[in-house]
């Protein structure tokens, strides 16, 4: 019964050490789709995390519906397989535009 639980502990170890591992490698890269296959992919998640390279990754959104209420959507291209510069959609970035601009002064 001992040599049991400690067979399960270890089980348990090992499949926790490796989620982390498996959600790593589930971003996206991309510069391994083509640029309709990275815009379309945007689209149909609304909002998803797209590496860009070795050690670089963006949020991406679909529209500005997705992005946080005292941000605003910005044109935004990724690298491809096919193109330098793929217009894929929006990343968020913070609306210094409008009224949020005073709120941002003021935070400094």
Request: proline share 4%; hydrophobic share 40%; aromatic share 6%.
């Amino acid at each position: 019964m001992r040599k049991s639980a400690l067979t399960m502990m270890s089980a348990a170890v090992v499949i926790c050490g490796a989620v982390p591992a498996l959600a790593q490698s589930g971003r996206t890269d991309s510069r391994a789709l083509s640029c309709a296959q990275a815009r379309a992919t945007v689209a149909a998640n609304g909002s998803i995390v797209l590496g860009t390279g070795r050690h670089t990754y963006d949020r991406y959104v679909a529209n500005e519906r997705f992005c946080p209420p005292h941000q605003m959507a910005k044109r935004a291209t990724v690298p491809t397989r096919d193109s330098a510069a793929c217009l894929v959609g929006y990343r968020c970035v913070l609306n210094t535009e409008r009224e949020d601009r005073r709120w941002w002064l003021r935070r400094r």
